[in-house]
């Protein structure tokens, strides 16, 4: 009987391993090119081939020289690296590694959780695609593979005391403040809501406390002590511990880049998130066992988090994808099952053989070849471009006066490029102010109709994108 149930599971297990690759095969067909990934891919290619680290902006003509917190240095490198190896297909090897990176470490560490209820786990894999917010070549995806590992790091040590694994965390904070440092904060204040978890010792109604060794609370104030003196060791030191509260206290830089808005019951697209969390909380009440009281402050700390701002979604599932098994009672498992998760497998990999074009994903671009060839043309001095332009006008090596990176402009000149591209109260002041000699704008705007309108501009190219003006 041990043998027969050893292969049982052992079938089980390949078959979970080949519907894991096929979910993350599947999920390229929505691989597309944020506007981002150029200017990370640009500056990945300065430091690789100047072998210099970036601590000041080369990419603007506005704040030329200006210092840049570049939080994100290390993924451009490995992406620029990554372009070296698999030339233009290294987009594509980054992110499909990346998500089965993370499917197999979400599975492999708690996997006799996955066996209970098969359909319950492929129910919760399907969450991944209508959770995730966009798939794209970004270093958010190696965030939450480093997210996913010290979740895991901080709720193992919290059940088992001797366990030495949570000194591995300050190093997860090193590769996590070079990847992506304005998310690295979360690997000591995660340490500090488990402290606060394991404070308590109770059982009301459906909630039940686990309080830790004061052995415990000291190892975890130890640990996140060391992440925090960890996430200094990056190029720009113990600035990087500031930086995620300095964006997050920039109202301006919030309320107008997308993945920092709030979920919003009146967007359609946002109930997915208000469903999951649902899901969760139904899954909490009517679950036989009791609520540990560390899921429940994790769930809700999260909660807030991805109510506050969409970018936090797929952090609350990652975090609840490391409990939500517990949770759910054992279903009995047929023979077949393995047979159906195989050909569920093969099916989507039949679909992404069916709908991926990588052609489409490297096609996907803000500004066409021909405007692109005018301004090289022109080369403009003193270029005012649309916000979403400027990371694909710095892939073309032309100067821009904004770019993605808000937090560099932030303080300098993104309240005056947010007045003057919404035609805000004295705006031709500030096109005066700064000189323009050049514009690039979406052919659909209020600005360009300002343009076409003013005789001290003239169209010079337009397409169905864009249209470009010069300052006579």
């Known amino acids: 009987m041990k043998i027969k149930k050893y292969l049982f599971e052992h079938r089980l297990f390949i078959s979970l391993l080949l519907y894991f690759f096929s979910f993350a095969l599947f999920l390229m067909i929505f691989l597309r090119v944020d506007i981002d990934y150029y200017w990370h891919f640009k500056a990945g290619e300065y430091m690789v081939k100047n072998f210099t680290i970036l601590t000041k902006d080369i990419f603007s003509w506005s704040l030329y020289h200006y210092t840049w917190i570049s939080h994100e240095w290390l993924f451009e490198v490995i992406l620029y690296i990554l372009n070296l190896i698999f030339g233009k297909f290294h987009l594509f090897v980054y992110v499909f590694f990346i998500i089965l990176s993370l499917l197999l470490f979400l599975f492999g560490v708690q996997k006799k959780e996955y066996f209970k209820n098969i359909p319950f786990c492929l129910l919760w894999t399907s969450f991944f695609t209508l959770i995730f917010t966009g798939l794209s070549g970004r270093p958010q995806l190696l965030s939450f593979l480093l997210f996913a590992i010290s979740i895991w790091l901080i709720f193992y040590f919290f059940y088992h005391s001797e366990s030495k694994r949570i000194y591995f965390l300050p190093i997860i904070s090193i590769i996590w403040a070079n990847i992506h440092g304005g998310s690295s904060n979360l690997s000591y204040l995660l340490c500090f809501l488990a402290v606060f978890c394991g404070l308590f010792k109770f059982s009301l109604l459906k909630v039940e406390a686990h309080r830790l060794t004061k052995k415990q609370i000291i190892i975890y104030l130890l640990v996140s002590v060391l992440c925090m003196l960890g996430i200094t060791l990056n190029p720009h030191g113990i600035a990087m511990l500031f930086y995620p509260y300095q964006n997050m206290a920039d109202h301006l830089m919030i309320s107008t880049i997308a993945e920092w808005q709030p979920s919003n019951l009146n967007i359609l697209s946002h109930y997915i998130y208000y469903l999951f969390s649902l899901l969760v909380l139904f899954i909490f009440i009517f679950s036989k066992k009791k609520i540990r009281f560390l899921d429940l402050i994790f769930y809700l ?33 047929d023979s077949y099952t393995s047979i159906l998760i195989c050909t569920f497998s093969i099916l989507l990999l039949l679909i992404f053989s069916a709908g991926f074009s990588y052609t489409k994903v490297l096609s996907t671009k803000t500004i066409s070849d021909q405007a ?49 591209s919404r035609l805000s109260y004295q705006f031709p002041k500030l096109i005066s102010k700064y000189q323009f000699d050049y514009f690039i704008v979406p052919k659909k705007s209020g600005i360009a109709s300002y343009l076409n309108s003013n005789s001290t501009y003239e169209l010079i190219y337009g397409d169905n994108m864009c249209s470009i003006f010069k300052t006579k």
Not at 301 to 325: D, E, M, N, Q, T
């Open 372 to 420: 692109i060839s005018v301004l090289k043309k022109e080369n403009p001095e003193r270029l005012f471009n649309y916000y979403d332009y400027g990371a694909y006008l710095i892939y073309q090596d032309i100067s821009v006066f904004i770019d993605g990176r808000a937090d560099l402009y932030s303080s300098y000149i993104y309240e005056d490029y947010q007045k003057i």
């Open 301 to 333: 700390f999260f909660l807030y988090l991805g109510l506050k701002s969409i970018r936090f979604w797929f952090f609350s599932y990652v975090v609840a994808s490391l409990f939500i098994f517990y949770y759910i009672p054992r279903r009995r498992v």
